[in-house]
């Protein structure tokens, strides 16, 4: 008891009326989540070890949903490494970043908004970071050992899917229109389209998400630099070893797939490396930099909204010059009002300098 009246002392959660286009929804997905699924002990015997960074998707959704997976009927075993494991989850609740209060009110506020932008101040990402790793061929002895797509997750919205997708639900059985998540906390730059389903499920795009890249703090391209060695069996699907450098290919990975990376390692033939892109990884996604630092900026209008991502060198040193030192790139996003019941599109406009390689 003491703990929660701390908590409702501090209550984060509120709206902000900016302008006449903008409501900016804030939630606080800190002080009511659940324990992020993939701390828990239960989590241990379905980690994957193959391929660094990687969990299975099929799992984390079962695993998360709880009692609630499967339309309330849960499976008793899940499939891993080949074998089945007993369902430790099958009795317990799914898991919450909002907590059922704060949902609920967040929900009633979208609904209410008059707003033509209704902007949700989300702290953390929630658009996927997948990849077909189910199309890896073996490689020395090493392979990815989950029947389906692996996604990269931590304490985001990734591992706390059914509440995630139960809000893009009910944005898209009520009909609301110009929804949009403005979030951070994964180190990286992201832009897409927000859907409760992907491939093989179907995707409905409801709403669209932008995630800034950090300052400073470093992002999971330069922490694989250290944690994924050069003999390592699938180093391909993290960085190209060219003579003259490596050269990050996770972004490229997670936009369009495992053959893209397999054929970049062979030849270095970015044109040929797309071609063989398989177009079920990440239809939801315009853009990703894991390895990107700088900042973001938002416009809104009565008919679009505009963000640009202002991606700097790694800043290990002060800048000398007044301008705050070179851009390695700059990169617009358009997003025009849509209608309630269509799909929001998302267009992408490289401004300046040279974004990674097929980001």
């Known amino acids: ?181 403005i979030a951070g906390d994964r180190h990286a730059f992201t832009a897409g389209r927000m859907s409760a389903g992907l491939p093989p499920e179907k995707f409905e795009p409801v709403g669209i998400e932008f995630i800034t890249g950090s300052i400073s703090a470093p992002g999971l391209e330069e922490a694989a630099k250290y944690a994924i060695p050069k003999d390592f069996p699938y180093r391909a699907l993290y960085f190209h070893d060219a003579p003259t450098g490596s050269v990050g290919t996770i972004n490229a990975l997670l936009r369009h797939g495992v053959k893209t990376c397999l054929v970049l390692e062979e030849g270095g033939d970015a044109a040929r490396a797309l071609a063989a892109r398989n177009p079920d990884v990440a239809p939801h996604l315009s853009f990703v930099d894991l390895g990107g630092h700088g900042y973001a900026s938002v416009r809104a209008t009565a008919v679009a909204l505009d963000v640009e991502f202002v991606c700097v060198p790694r800043p290990i040193e002060r800048a000398t010059t007044e301008d705050g030192g070179p851009i390695v790139y700059r990169i617009a996003h358009h997003v025009p009002l849509w209608h309630a019941g269509d799909a929001p599109e998302l267009e992408r406009h490289d401004i300046e300098g040279t974004p990674p390689l097929l980001a």
Not at 48 to 67: C, I, K, M, N, Y
Not at 71 to 98: F, H, I, K, Q, Y
């Open 1 to 181: 008891p003491g703990n929660l009246a701390a908590i409702g002392a501090l209550t984060l959660y509120r709206t902000f009326q900016l302008g006449a286009h903008l409501e900016l929804i804030l939630t606080d997905n800190r002080s009511y989540r659940s324990e992020p699924l993939t701390d828990r002990a239960e989590w241990a015997p379905f980690r994957q070890a193959g391929v660094p960074f990687f969990e299975s998707q099929d799992t984390l959704t079962v695993l998360d949903a709880g009692r609630t997976a499967n339309a309330g009927s849960p499976p008793a075993a899940v499939p891993v490494n080949g074998a089945e494991m007993p369902n430790p989850m099958r009795t317990s609740p799914p898991g919450t970043v909002l907590g059922a209060k704060q949902k609920a009110w967040f929900v009633e506020r979208l609904l209410a908004s008059q707003a033509p932008w209704k902007v949700w101040g989300n702290t953390i990402g929630s658009v996927d970071w997948r990849a077909d790793l189910q199309h890896l061929p073996p490689a020395k002895g090493t392979r990815w050992s989950a029947p389906g797509y692996g996604v990269i997750t931590e304490d985001d919205w990734s591992a706390y899917r059914t509440e995630r997708n139960a809000i893009l639900d009910a944005v898209r059985t009520h009909g609301i229109a110009g929804f949009v998540s």
